[in-house]
């Protein structure tokens, strides 16, 4: 069965995560992906461990757990885009392409003709999607930025940890790269709408993707709060502010999030802990009322179930019908029987002669599956696609590598 994208070609001109992100899902989605890649260095990820050992010697290798994690699926061609050579080869793998996708700084290909411009005059239909920390234009454009920044600079860290005058009170970054993650997401839903466009119409367009409106967009309704109302939201650590009682609890074996939505399931709540009387307490009948003493159902909520065990109050309140949930550490998620169930994690055959994990793709197409292969080892394959997709030769191929063009 065909995959969704099969006949497109990405020339991946991306490093570090929310480029390789993007294009990872476009390959998941069967596009023919070819990742440029510096010869002898590769992607800056391949020097962040845990290392992949070579199944050979032992010894680690330059395949991360990074880079696996966001270039399933690609062809690793080594070109040293800096040489007129290794440009001019770039250039001529993204005239036989759908789509280019970068990640350097606003205006920096144009000294190698990589820029959209240089692309589109020899492909003038050409996707084109750049993918940068503070978009094409304004004062921050030329600026370098990473997943920690954005998440001070969008205010992000700003709402998350836990709130002034608790201890350790104070702004928290994500453990995930989250800014990375989103912007990545968002640029392969431009594309994909881009090359959308193109069908329709025959013409290319310029994909403009920039952490910070990615970042800034992820706020949502806390940033519309603001602007509605000139007030702005507080850290409020495990709690959320909309909604009452919904965080965490301390029970006897563990901890517990619960998550009260509307008036009948929080009935269900107090009936599971034999206290049904507090649905009808006029602090507690609404949600906006219960936000309002939050203090007090917590301090009334609170002694119940921290004399109680996680698996009984789970097993009670998902009867009930009161949303609840264990805090997983990554070995009990893995471990999780609807993680199980759905196949989250699974193995790949790797270039080192090793089965290495990976992590399914979220979207499942019932007509169009998804085309799973292991991110690929640094030039893997720079030279099958140079002969098969330019027609280089074997003397011209031995003249590049020689001069480490590739």
């Not at 992949?52 to 885009?81: E, H, Q, W």
């Not at 219960?290 to 159902?297: D, I, M, P």
Request: hydrophobic share 40%; aromatic share 6%; with cysteine.
């Amino acid at each position: 069965m065909a995959s969704i994208l099969e006949d497109v070609k990405v020339l991946d001109l991306t490093r570090v995560i929310a480029g390789p992100l993007c294009t990872q899902i476009l390959a998941d989605m069967g596009a023919t992906v070819y990742k440029i890649e510096k010869p002898g260095e590769g992607d800056d990820t391949r020097r962040m461990g845990p290392f992949l050992p070579d199944a050979a010697t032992g010894a680690d290798s330059n395949d991360s757990a990074l880079y696996l994690a966001y270039n399933r699926g690609k062809r690793s061609v080594t070109l040293d885009i800096s040489t007129p050579e290794g440009a001019a080869l770039a250039r001529q793998l993204a005239s036989r392409c759908d789509v280019v996708v970068e990640n350097y700084k606003a205006g920096s290909l144009a000294k190698y003709g990589l820029d959209e411009a240089s692309i589109r005059a020899l492909r003038p239909d050409i996707v084109y999607c750049s993918v940068t920390g503070f978009g094409q234009d304004g004062p921050y454009a030329a600026r370098p930025a990473y997943d920690f920044i954005l998440q001070g600079l969008a205010g992000v860290m700003s709402t998350c940890g836990l709130p002034d005058g608790a201890p350790g009170a104070g702004a928290m970054r994500t453990a995930i790269p989250i800014t990375d993650v989103v912007t990545g997401l968002y640029a392969a839903i431009g594309i994909l709408g881009a090359l959308h466009h193109r069908r329709e119409t025959g013409q290319g367009q310029h994909v403009d993707a920039a952490m910070l409106d990615a970042s800034v967009a992820l706020n949502g309704h806390l940033a519309l709060g603001y602007l509605m109302t000139g007030k702005v939201p507080a850290r409020v650590g495990n709690t959320n502010p909309i909604a009452s009682p919904s965080e965490v609890f301390d029970c006897a074996d563990g901890q517990l999030i619960v998550a009260v939505g509307n008036n009948g399931q929080f009935q269900a709540l107090c009936g599971v802990l034999g206290c049904p009387q507090w649905a009808q307490d006029a602090r507690f009948a609404t949600n906006a009322r219960r936000v309002a003493h939050r203090a007090e159902l917590r301090d009334l909520l609170a002694p119940l179930l921290h004399g109680r065990a996680r698996a009984e109050l789970l097993a009670a309140f998902e009867q009930a019908g009161v949303p609840c949930g264990p805090i997983n550490d990554m070995a009990q998620v893995f471990e999780d029987p609807q993680t199980r169930h759905r196949e989250l994690a699974f193995t790949l055959p790797h270039g080192r002669g090793a089965e290495v994990p990976s992590l399914r793709n979220p979207i499942r197409y019932s007509q169009t599956p998804m085309r799973y292969r292991a991110a690929p080892m640094l030039g893997q394959d720079s030279e099958e696609v140079l002969a098969q997709v330019l027609g280089l030769g074997a003397d011209h191929l031995d003249y590049l590598r020689k001069r480490a063009i590739i």
